[in-house]
């Protein structure tokens, strides 16, 4: 016979953690979640654990559901999470839904430690407005938005928080249906970085992503930038670096950003490159069975000017 308020205890510590909103209190309704997994482990051969950790994902999936779907009147598959939300969906992407409660326990554990990298906002940090115009853009010219979130909405977390060590970060999975969130934080420091370059270089990363399925490799015919003169990377990491800022310039199809612009790249590259890549894309949609009409001329859009210098 399992105690009655052993099994009540779970619904307890879940129903807590649910309504929390920052980090600091997630974290203490997380580790108050644990110990309680740590008091029933041994009831009923860890049934209750079992228990415990399904009511956990249940919940937050309930709980996530309204950012399952784009909201009415919008026209790009794409969600915008709150910050007063962000930090619970982070939690929520940290777990593997059908995971064991192993799986479950790891997740938690790893995201108390993670907690502690998000500290008290710094610089002002981008708007929905922004991030509206971004999409917009990327859309516009590239259809960004179809490639990088073929069926699930591509979900956009905006926290009221720094990183310790990021603006923002591109969390990527293998899952086809939709393969990038992206996490946008308050800048570090508003001198050097430029929070609507910040968004634009994660579409980078979740295009890159979505293109060949793996960051390690370039995206096919990205390697002649490198004997340009003005792309250069030595290592892995910095291929991936360099496509996503020259991604983010062509998405923006801004000029004269100097001081703004990442050092990795010259600006006179960007009308050469937003011409492969609109290549890159038309293949991406043909791909996809997508494909309905040539993406725009990158050179009209560059007179057009899609998004003006700031
Ligand atoms: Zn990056």
């Known amino acids: 016979m399992v105690d009655k308020s052993k099994s009540e205890l779970g619904r307890k510590r879940v129903a807590d953690l649910i309504e929390r909103r920052t980090f600091e209190e997630i974290k203490t309704a997380v580790e108050a979640f644990l110990a309680a997994v740590d008091e029933v482990h041994d ?26 779907t784009v909201p009415r009147g919008s026209k790009l598959n794409a969600v915008i999470v709150p910050p007063e939300h962000a930090p619970l969906m982070l939690l929520k992407f940290s777990l593997t839904v059908d995971g ?8 938690l554990k790893k995201f108390i430690g993670r907690c502690d990298e998000f500290v008290p906002p710094i610089c002002g940090a981008i708007t929905e407005t922004e991030i509206s115009r971004v999409l ?36 990527l999975s293998d899952n086809p249906d939709c393969p990038a969130t992206v996490l946008l934080y308050h800048p570090k420091a508003s001198d050097v970085h430029d929070r609507v370059f910040i968004f634009a270089h994660e579409l980078g990363h979740a295009l890159h992503q979505t293109l060949t399925g793996d960051v390690e490799t370039a995206p096919e015919g990205f ?37 703004h612009f990442p050092s990795r790249l010259s600006i006179d590259m960007s009308p050469n490159f937003a011409r492969f890549l609109r290549g890159l894309c038309e293949s991406a949609l043909k791909k996809a069975g997508k494909y309905t009409e040539p993406l725009p001329s990158p050179n009209l859009m560059w007179q057009a000017k899609l998004y003006p210098p700031r």
């Open 100 to 107: 064991s409660p192993n799986d479950i326990v790891n997740g």
């Open 43 to 68: 009831e009923l051969n860890g049934m209750l654990v079992w228990d415990f950790c399904r009511r956990l994902t249940d919940a937050l999936t309930a709980w996530a559901e309204p950012y399952t």
């Open 136 to 171: 917009n853009a990327a859309q516009k010219a590239y259809r960004l938005v179809d490639i990088v979130a073929p069926k699930e909405p591509l979900k956009i977390l905006r926290f009221n928080y720094s990183h310790t060590v990021y603006n923002s970060q591109c969390g």
């Open 223 to 259: 390697e002649k930038f490198h004997e340009s003169v003005s792309a250069k990377w030595n290592t892995v990491k910095e291929m991936q670096e360099c496509f996503a800022d020259a991604a983010a310039l062509s998405i923006l199809n801004v000029k004269g950003l100097g001081a």
